[in-house]
Nanobody, 123 residues
């Protein structure tokens, strides 16, 4: 059974930084893409960033230049480094495993999801 565990969320002031981690277990993740989404109670789950097996990275326009996604394939771990955080970044952040090798920004193309970690940015 696939299991994803996120960590690293918390409360931070505007302009601050956080680093999210997501450890995946239960199967091989070789060749698949992984991503981060976020959701607040009043909005749909939104794409944040994704990374494929070849280390190609994709970002939502709202986080480009501020967030960095990376992965450690040996540890089945994906990271999201978040800098210059803004109040509008406040959300529950979810990591997810993609359904194949071609990266997608659509949540329906992700097979497995973590429980989420809360990120709150105070103004």
């Amino acid at each position: 059974q696939v299991h994803l565990v996120e960590s690293g969320g918390g409360l931070v002031q505007t302009g601050g930084s956080l680093r999210l981690s997501c450890v995946a277990s239960g199967r091989s993740f070789s060749g698949v893409f992984m991503g981060w989404f976020r959701q607040d109670p009043e909005k749909e789950r939104a794409f944040v960033a994704a990374i494929n097996w070849s280390d190609e990275k994709y970002y939502a326009d709202s986080v480009k230049g501020r967030f960095t996604i990376s992965r450690d394939n040996a540890r089945n771990t994906v990271y999201l480094e978040m800098n210059r955080l803004k109040p509008e970044d406040t959300a529950v952040y979810y990591c997810a495993v993609g359904s194949g090798s071609i990266v997608s920004v659509r949540h329906e193309y992700y097979s497995y999801w973590g429980q989420g970690t809360q990120v709150t940015v105070s103004s």
